[in-house]
């Protein structure tokens, strides 16, 4: 099935709406918000982990892939969801994290006790000369492998150590995973999101990495694709219009095509994370530097270049609950806060691929400017804090570092109004809310230029235009240092994207790229986030982060 006329939206369940005043966002609350977000004109509501979990990665360390966490509700309170969403023309997509399971689930447990069955679902080695197995390094940093006294070995572990690795060599394992996903269809799930899931397959030798922290023997892995493919097989590929997303991590274009070019029936589509690299010192996470827009453009344009020749179709994103929010990373999350974050949105969703919308970009949330380590939550960001606390780094820069990288800037709770519990909780929520900026929902959604009803638009644009859906995509100006310029085309028709990321003005001749002039009959403006077009001669003058959208019939 085809899916470029839908937009997909991911709420991250424990900071989108508490319902019973425990501070922790639950299921509960995401249904009586459903008319919100059918207002916004969505398809899917992707929800990240609801799963049995101890939380040491909120959820992303799974006890029990088939029951919920009291913390989110029940399996009624699920349903409820499913149908209620269902009746709005929403489908509803869960996270499958199947890299790895929390050393809390049963089959770990199992394993430790010395059960040989367990043991083999997970990556159990002998170290070397008293040394870990391999030198690999956790995403969450440290040491990929811990020591188990009882076996004299050690179990891989890709993230946290309570994440421990699965064994996909093993077929028990793969075929209990499948029935996982087979119960949730049951339940009528409509889609799934694949947690990392180009990490799965193993080497089968481990070695150390003398170039880099390990990655490269396991990512993309060498039995990767028949995985996907016997996955694809024996679960959701029997339902034709399931949809499915796999989470890409340091992934090439060549795999991408396959994972996800419908010819080879792996996944519908894919996340890469390049794009989001553009602010990375030499690919550390951990430093500063000012978003580099000429290789953003360079990553989309490979991209969107590259999966267009092969028939992959990519999904199209900024934010999510591992990133910093865009507008306070690529955009100007203060004076042109409202014209950015049209700007950026606009950037994306006119691309060819499938859109994502983050709980509160659609109205322009921000990062969340903490100042203090303890208003961290974040597994990833406590580790790092340490390790470079350890690294001598003074404590505020360590803290700048924070405010710019951190994941927990991406997760703070929605800020639905400006009463005391911003409409998330009538309790202490689990997270300090975001310091930047005020700005919540119905703040934005009392005033007509709202970013809210900007993304509206952008949604209702994609599903009324073939060419938005279908149409081949073409960089223009693609050195302009402040410009983002592309156009689609489906037969004769075109639509134009004009994007200005800097708060100069700039001019886009049309005639140049070989355009009518905007006074022709045949040439209309479909979309700005300002009030009206600016023209000079044949010219579009771009103001500070303005956007505009034309389309041009022959
Ligand atoms: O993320 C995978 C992942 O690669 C990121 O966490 C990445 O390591 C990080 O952003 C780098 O700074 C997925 C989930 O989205 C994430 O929330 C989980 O923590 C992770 O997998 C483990 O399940």
Known sequence: MNFNDKVIYQIYVKSFMDSNGDGLGDIAGITSRLSYLEKLGVDYLWLTPVFISPMNDNGYDVADYRKIDPSFGTMEDLEELIEEAKKRGMGIMLDMVFNHTSTAHEWFQKALLGDPKYKDYYIFKKGADGAPPTNWESKFGGNAWEYVPQFDEYYLHLFDKTQADLNWENEEVRNELYDIVNFWLDKGVSGFRFDVVNLISKPDLFENDDLGDGRRFYTDGPKIHQYLKELNRKSFGQKEDSLTVGEMSSTSLENCVRYSNPSEKELSMVFNFHHLKVDYEKGDKWSLKPFDFQELKEIFDHWQTGMQEHQGNMALFYNNHDQPRVVSRFGNDKKYHKESSKMLATSIHMLRGIPYIYQGEEFGMTNAYFTSIHEYRDVESTNYYEILRKERLPEEQILE??????RDNGRTPVLWNDEEGRGFTHGTPWIPFAKGPSVSAEKDLKEEDSIFSYYQKLIKLRKSNPVIQEGTYEILEKDHPSLFCYVRA????????????????????????????????????????????CTKDEKICLRPYESVIISVEP
């Open 401 to 406: 570092i924070l405010q710019a990288k951190s």
């Open 490 to 533: 489906l037969g004769e028709k075109k639509v134009l994207v004009l994007n200005n990321f800097y708060d100069k003005e700039e001019e886009f001749s049309l005639i140049n790229h070989g355009f009518p002039p905007v006074d022709e009959r045949n040439v209309r403006l479909l979309l700005t986030n300002y009030n009206e077009l």
